[in-house]
């Protein structure tokens, strides 16, 4: 607590991110309460510059964050909270705050934050291009042959990256990869099951 560096109102800011799939979902302030709350409680508080209070996220509405470590910048003048994050991280309802984009004209558009790590963007795209039913998509393509043409598909792919590892270049090998965690991805749509779910079960076996 003593490293902190707060500003001259008292005040640090913090960054809020999802600790599984590191997609930043808001940026508040605390003050040293707020900071010591969350230190004793494991939840998330913050101080309200506008209610000029303490608060704790999600204590009325449920969308509470577990904070599952504290970490600080190298100036310790900005506060990144790793988080659990229960239901959407905005109050609007949205995942993450940061839902406008800024396009190259300066001009601006609302859409959902499809998330900050390659894999769950990549995750979120298949979701989408299966309930879009997006016309000319491979992804479409795969899942309408059901689950034993894609399940078929991963097998081919998985043998591709054996044989990759041992008689072709790196490249190649990363490539075999690549096409190889894509058809995973159509697997686990075709199956139902949310990639979320995986990086749950990896977790765990780290600790």
Same mark, same amino acid.
């Not at 209070?53 to 599952?68: D, F, I, N, P, R």
């Not at 879009?132 to 591709?160: M, N």
């Not at 990363?174 to 099951?193: C, M, N, Y």
């Given at each position: ?18 600790? /599984?799939?590191?997609? $930043?979902?808001? !940026? &508040? ?5 707020? $900071?010591? %709350? ?5 939840? *998330? ?5 506008? /209610?000029? @209070? ?18 600080? #910048?190298?100036? @310790?003048?900005t506060v990144l909270y790793r988080v659990d994050q229960t239901g959407p991280a905005c ?13 190259? #004209?300066?001009?601006? &558009?609302?859409? &959902? ?13 298949? +979701?989408?291009?299966?309930a879009d039913r997006t016309p000319g998509s491979y992804t479409v393509h795969l899942l ?18 054996? !044989?990759?590892?041992? +008689? ?5 090998? *990363? *490539?075999?990869? &690549?096409?190889? $965690? ?8 075709? %199956?139902?099951?949310?990639?979320? +779910? !995986?990086? /749950?079960? $990896? ?5």
């Amino acid at each position: 607590m003593e490293q902190v560096r707060f500003g001259p109102d008292g005040l640090v800011p913090v960054v809020a991110q999802d600790r /599984r799939n590191g997609d $930043l979902l808001m !940026v &508040a302030w605390a003050d040293r309460e707020a $900071l010591a %709350r969350t230190l004793a409680t494991g939840l *998330a508080h913050y101080w309200s510059r506008s /209610r000029k @209070a303490l608060w704790q996220k999600g204590e009325s509405s449920g969308h509470t964050q577990h904070v599952a470590e504290i970490r600080l #910048d190298c100036d @310790a003048d900005t506060v990144l909270y790793r988080v659990d994050q229960t239901g959407p991280a905005c109050h609007t309802g949205e995942p993450t705050c940061f839902f406008t984009t800024v396009q190259a #004209d300066g001009t601006t &558009a609302t859409g &959902a934050d499809p998330g900050g790590h390659l894999l769950t963007r990549l995750a979120t795209t298949i +979701a989408r291009r299966a309930a879009d039913r997006t016309p000319g998509s491979y992804t479409v393509h795969l899942l309408d042959h059901g689950l034993a043409k894609v399940s078929q598909k991963v097998g081919e792919e998985a043998v591709e990256v054996l !044989v990759a590892a041992h +008689a072709e270049d790196d490249a190649r090998l *990363a *490539a075999e990869s &690549a096409d190889l $965690l894509f058809h995973l991805l159509v697997l686990l749509q075709a %199956r139902g099951v949310p990639f979320e +779910a !995986v990086l /749950r079960t $990896l977790e765990s076996r780290e600790k």
